[in-house]
Each structure stands twice: as C-alpha cells, then as structure tokens.
C-alpha cells in the first residue's frame, strides 16, 4: 500500500479548526484591550471634563490651522501667469501667425489686477499682552492635562506604587 506525504482532510480540518480557535482567542483579547482602553479614556473625561474639553479645542484648533491654507495674491497671480504661459506656447507650437498670437491667447481671458498688499496694523501692547498670556495659560493647561493623563496611567499600570 502506498504512503502518502500530503495530509489528510482530516488533519488539514483539525488544523484549520485550531489556526481559527486560536486567532478567536487572539481576537477576543484584543476587543478586551480596546474594551479596557474606552473605559479608561471615558472614566478620564468624566473625572476632568473641563480639561478634556480644553484638550478637545486645542486638538481641533491645530487641526483646523493643518488644514487651512489662505491661497495668496502671488500663488493666483503664478496660476494666471502659468496658464497664459501654456496658452501661447500651444499656439506657438500649431503654427499660428505671430500677430495674433497674444490677441487669441487673452481674447477671452479676464486681465487680472494684482495690487499690493496693504500692510496691517502692528497689533496694540494690550492685544500682545493678552495673546501672550492666552498662550502661556493654554500651555500650562495642556501641560497640566499630559501629567495627569501620565499619572492615570501609570496608576491603572501600576495599581500598588505611589508618589512620595
């Protein structure tokens, strides 16, 4: 009788079912961890709401100056010049009368103006005073949050230890 090297399916079944019982397991520890994560991060808000809203605006507030760029006057006025640029030397290139090259090209384009930018105002003593102050309190706000958060966590890590 003849042997066989390749498996049977009865083994390749039983080790199937012990590759999925054992990625179960894997999977329920994760979903306890995330579990126990929520439930620290929401036990933390509750107790420090005032400092997670803060957390929560200044959070947002970088976010919001990540995504927002103000486009300037020199970025469209190199968009204006770029496309006109490509437009006469596509004319250029299909052979058309040098005369009225530039008349075609702008015919239908609107001319744009670009005007310098009126400088603002230097900001007052009290504005500047205030924006500092506002500055140093946010930091220390925030520095205040991350101790906290750092202390919480490694309490909940370390339940038996404590600060002297």
Not at 94 to 113: K, M, N, Q
Request: no cysteine; charged share 25%; aromatic share 4%.
């Amino acid at each position: 009788m003849p042997t066989s090297s390749s498996p049977s399916r009865e083994d390749i079944s039983s080790q199937l079912d012990a590759a999925q019982d054992s990625l179960m397991e894997r999977i329920d520890a994760l979903r306890g961890e995330a579990d126990d994560i929520k439930a620290s991060v929401r036990q933390t808000l509750r107790a420090y709401p005032l400092v997670s809203g803060v957390g929560a605006l200044a959070v947002g507030w970088v976010v919001g100056r990540l995504l927002s760029r103000p486009r300037t006057r020199s970025q469209w006025a190199t968009r204006y010049a770029t496309a006109v640029e490509d437009d006469l030397r596509a004319a250029i290139e299909s052979g058309a009368d040098a005369d009225t090259i530039v008349d075609d090209v702008l015919r239908d384009r609107v001319p744009v103006l670009i005007e310098a930018a009126p400088q603002p105002e230097a900001p007052s003593l009290l504005s500047r005073a205030v924006g500092s102050a506002l500055q140093i309190v946010i930091q220390v706000v925030l520095i205040e949050l991350s101790r906290r958060l750092a202390d919480r966590a490694f309490e909940s890590n370390h339940p038996g230890a404590s600060d002297e």
